[in-house]
């Protein structure tokens, strides 16, 4: 079942743990959402005053947003809003952080996990990494980057795109008095921490700062509010298309059944040709741009093949 | 099969015929596209000078688009640029022209039909009739209702949109030195019709002032120029989605199983849930939404199961 | 299933038959002369797609909107043998 529905969840009141991990000794975590399957999770994690470890890699993607403090990793100094992905593999320079540190730390193949090494993996795909500060260095853009489209006053700053799955992680902000008359639910999963801000959706209430959600496919949404705005962190773990409608006690798998008809109708030969027997093939279809897309751990993960189950489960 | 693919086809060294049909005596025609299982047939159509009929309905939705001249329709003046959608069963004043007049007559459903009357039919869906004059009353609009998105210097005016399958109606313009490297196909058939100027793609060169073309699903179009700009008459059948890629040689099946290969990995749950057994169901997954879209003749139609096919 | 108007449609009658006999058989000629057209195009398009994955690799392809994209040599695709078709 991979994560659970998370929502809402404030850990401001949660105490820290030692995260007593290899390659995390000296940090605490909170854990936001963990999938049971793969290990994968979101963390919120606090580097200490004087943590330190050496360089290395781990065997899944990881992201990492800092929301206080500094860390200094290889030659970089992330601070406040620093953004980074590092595929899975990719080596990074020793860690250090002297006056401490807190950041979301998310790893989306498998538990955390740190192995000493100088040297990337062989089968590293560093040219998907990224480091940078988001607060600094990224444009705010409209929200308009789907159609149909949140309403103005909802902008996003984008920190990373997977173009096999169409993934993203943002930051959003709302504006004060934003409002949005309408309920949405998506094809992906969706997660967000509120950075600071409180808004409101009409099935969850209030989400203040440190607010999150981890809300899996075709859960209804919205509407929403913001009375004196607010600015978040992002994710999806695939293509996120808003469906609207104003429905308040439809079911997930009513939603689901309408995503299906709107792609019977609205792509008829694409979904006969889906729904022909024959079709539901273990690595999905053939594409001559991506030839090599069925290998990729995140698309394997959405279709229930993850590289790294969880295997006592 | 439904409609050919016919493309480039360019219309104006062609004669026009009679339409010796019922409720069209009067006008001339030449038949653009022709869908050889229901008749449902793009037109271009020449009113002459005193073309006159009663108030009557089609059997079919019915669109227009006046190119030039004039006609009253009713208590309407439909000029040049003039676009009406008319649904099935709504039944229009009458009509006659006398200078004449030149339009793209479609319709969706079967062959031109036309029966006398003055009142709609009982199951006629009034509600999605649409007349207006797309020169004078649409607004020119960024290209970017799809995404991703054409580049800048295409411009439309959405003249029709159904909420069911999301076929769309629409003038579009190029701007002159209009460029876009890329080679687009979408899942939907797609048509235009050159108005006025000429615009370019790679597999099919130039298309000029009266060129046409019916495109079905997973055809590869582009790249794309224009020189000097061009203003066109265009439909889609249902959802526009915009596929580029830069392979010049990839075939239909292949662009279909990449298309497949996206939804496969951007809406994952989505396409298991559609690839399961038993969910290849003749009329389409239920939608609270829309209860009753299964019985929307365009939806039976885009699935094979028309209401009006030629036995 | 509820009954939509064009359910309603009566019978077709001789004459529209007759025109669509008429329209379907021109319609075959016309596809026809449009792919013999096509395919003498063929040697002018080769230059085209030429011209065309140059540009992809030098000014980029257009990813969305006026986003370009140059493409890597190892991206650009190959010509398959079988013919190639640009009307179906």
Request: glycine share 6%.
């Amino acid at each position: 079942m991979a994560r659970p529905h998370i929502e809402p969840y404030v850990e401001l009141n949660q105490p820290f743990k030692k995260l007593d991990l290899n390659g995390f000794k000296g940090s605490e975590y909170k854990v936001l959402s963990l999938d049971v399957d793969t290990g994968a999770c979101t963390l919120k994690v606090q580097f200490k005053n004087g943590f330190k470890r050496n360089p290395g890699l781990s065997y899944s993607d990881m992201e990492l947003f800092v929301l206080e403090g500094r860390v200094k990793v290889g030659k970089e100094t992330w601070g406040r809003g620093h953004y980074a992905f590092i595929p899975a593999g990719m080596a990074i320079g020793a860690m250090s952080s002297a006056q401490g540190a807190e950041v979301l730390l998310m790893f989306n193949d498998s538990e955390p996990s740190f192995y000493e090494s100088d040297k990337n993996h062989q089968l590293a795909l560093t040219q998907a990494h990224v480091s940078m500060n988001s607060y600094l260095d990224a444009p705010w853009t409209s929200g308009a980057i789907v159609q149909p489209a949140a309403s103005n006053g909802c902008m996003i700053k984008l920190l990373h795109y997977d173009p096999l799955s169409e993934a993203i992680t943002f930051l959003y902000t709302l504006t004060p008095e934003f409002m949005q008359d309408n309920i949405s639910y998506h094809d992906c999963c969706e997660e967000s921490y509120h950075i600071w801000g409180t808004s409101w959706m009409m099935q969850f209430g209030d989400l203040p700062t440190g607010g999150y959600f981890w809300r899996p496919p075709y859960i209804n949404h919205g509407s929403f509010r913001s009375k004196r705005g607010c600015i978040a962190f992002g994710r999806t773990d695939s293509k996120i298309h808003n469906y609207f409608h104003f429905n308040p006690w439809s079911s997930q798998a009513e939603n689901m059944a309408r995503s299906a008809a709107h792609l019977y109708r609205q792509r008829p030969m694409m979904y006969d040709w889906v729904a022909s027997d024959g079709h539901n093939h273990p690595h999905g279809p053939e594409d001559f741009e991506h030839a090599h897309y069925h290998d990729d751990a995140q698309i394997r993960h959405l279709h229930g093949h993850p590289p790294s189950p969880i295997k006592s489960k | 099969m439904a409609r050919p693919h016919i493309e480039p086809y360019v219309e104006l060294d062609t004669p026009y015929k009679k339409l010796d049909l019922n409720g069209f005596k009067g006008s001339e025609y030449k038949a653009l596209s022709l869908d050889i299982d229901t008749g449902a047939c793009t037109l271009k159509v020449q009113f002459n000078n005193g073309f006159k009929r009663k108030p009557g309905l089609s059997y079919s939705d019915m669109e227009i688009f006046v190119l030039e001249g004039r006609i009253k329709v009713g208590k309407e003046v439909w000029g040049r640029g003039h676009h009406a959608f008319v649904p099935a069963g709504m039944a229009l004043g009458a009509m006659q022209s006398e200078p004449g007049a030149e339009v793209l007559l479609m319709f969706n459903d079967s062959e031109p039909s036309f029966y006398e009357s003055d009142k709609n039919h009982q199951l006629a869906l009034t509600a999605a009739f649409t007349s207006l004059n797309s020169y004078q009353d649409a607004p020119w609009a960024p290209a970017t209702l799809a995404n991703p998105s054409v580049a800048s210097g295409c411009m439309l005016k959405v003249l029709r949109y159904d909420p069911i399958t999301e076929a769309c109606s629409f003038l579009y313009c190029m701007s002159p030195e209009y460029a876009q490297d890329n080679i687009s196909y979408h899942d939907c058939a797609e048509e235009s019709y050159h108005i006025w100027g000429t615009s370019w793609m790679m597999q099919f060169g130039d298309l000029p002032t009266g060129g046409y073309f019916w495109r079905p699903p997973w055809i590869n179009h582009g790249a794309f120029r224009c020189e000097r700009g061009t203003i066109a008459f265009g439909r889609t059948d249902s959802k526009l989605h915009n596929y580029f890629h830069f392979n010049p040689w990839s075939n239909p099946d292949e662009n279909l199983h990449r298309a497949a290969a996206h939804l496969y990995r951007q809406r994952p749950t989505l396409f298991q849930w559609v690839a399961t057994d038993g969910h290849n169901h003749p009329h389409g997954p239920d939608d609270f939404e829309y209860p009753h879209y299964h019985d929307d003749a365009q939806v039976r139609h885009l699935h094979g199961h028309t209401p009006n096919e030629i036995k | 299933m509820a009954k939509r108007v064009q359910d309603k449609k009566p019978k077709r009658s001789k004459s529209a038959m007759a025109w669509l006999e008429e329209n379907i058989a021109e319609q075959k000629l016309r596809y026809k002369a449009i792919v013999k057209e096509m395919d003498e195009l063929a040697p002018t398009r080769a230059r085209w797609y030429k011209e065309f994955l140059e540009i992809c690799q030098t000014r980029g392809t257009n990813v969305t909107g006026d986003m370009r994209r140059k493409i890597a040599k190892h991206e650009v695709p190959k010509k398959p043998k079988r013919k190639d078709r640009v009307v179906y």
